[in-house]
């Protein structure tokens, strides 16, 4: 299990439920300090693990990411709506976000967890070698995911890339877990045939 796994296994063994979390948000929002430390002596180290994971171990930038996570949930976490799931799935989209922003303002690639390729093209059908190099693949796997829909896109990087439970990603997309699951099978069928595409007509390289 990677750190970000046992980051979000930490954040769902802490006592937290939709409703409680709802009150939470709106007495944070409201400006109750002690609502908002205990917030943030909960999450804080869960957003660095999550940041330090990412971004290959630099402590500089887990740091900076880090504090930008925290203070982005501080702005918004007035618009958030326990219907759509817990502050912690809450918190893991805007995190999500903030590292994709932080890669674009740094020109820097958006890390991607291998197992979104892994679980999108079958053993039978192997990466050639001219795709071999990591930044190359890394394109590709980006550029076929680009090319999904975006619903589909969505679940394959709830799920492998920031690890998302299928019972959390039903709750964080308004969905039931058969849903979610059928709506997996449809991505993971899209991305294969997406990636293999790409892969026959060297159109891997570049920003999509």
């Given amino acids: 299990m990677d750190s970000t796994a046992e980051a979000i296994g930490a954040a769902k063994r802490a006592p937290s439920g939709a409703g409680d979390d709802t009150a939470v ?7 109750d300090v002690a609502a908002w430390g205990a917030f943030f002596d909960r999450c ?8 330090y994971h990412h971004l290959a171990g630099n402590h500089a930038d887990a740091e900076d990411l ?4 925290m203070m982005a949930a501080a702005r918004s976490i007035g618009r958030y709506d326990g219907k759509r799931g817990t502050l912690d799935v809450w918190l893991l989209g805007l995190a999500r976000h903030r590292l994709a922003r932080f890669c674009r303002r740094r020109r820097v690639e958006m890390p991607l967890v291998p197992d979104v390729a892994k679980a999108g093209v079958q053993a039978a059908n192997p990466v050639p070698d001219h795709a071999a190099d990591a930044t190359l693949h890394r394109a590709v796997v980006n550029r076929a995911l680009a090319s999904l829909p975006q619903r589909q896109a969505a679940v394959l990087i709830g799920k492998y ?9 039903a709750a964080q997309m308004g969905s039931t877990p058969k849903a979610i699951e059928s709506l997996l099978s449809r991505a993971r069928a899209a991305f294969r045939c997406a990636f293999s595409a790409l892969l026959k007509d060297g159109s891997g390289g570049g920003e999509p």
């Fill in 66 to 69: 880090c504090s930008d996570i």
């Fill in 44 to 51: 804080a180290p869960w957003a660095y693990r999550f940041a």
């Fill in 25 to 31: 948000a709106r007495r944070i929002a409201g400006g």
């Fill in 161 to 169: 890339v920031t690890g998302h439970t299928v019972e959390e990603l």
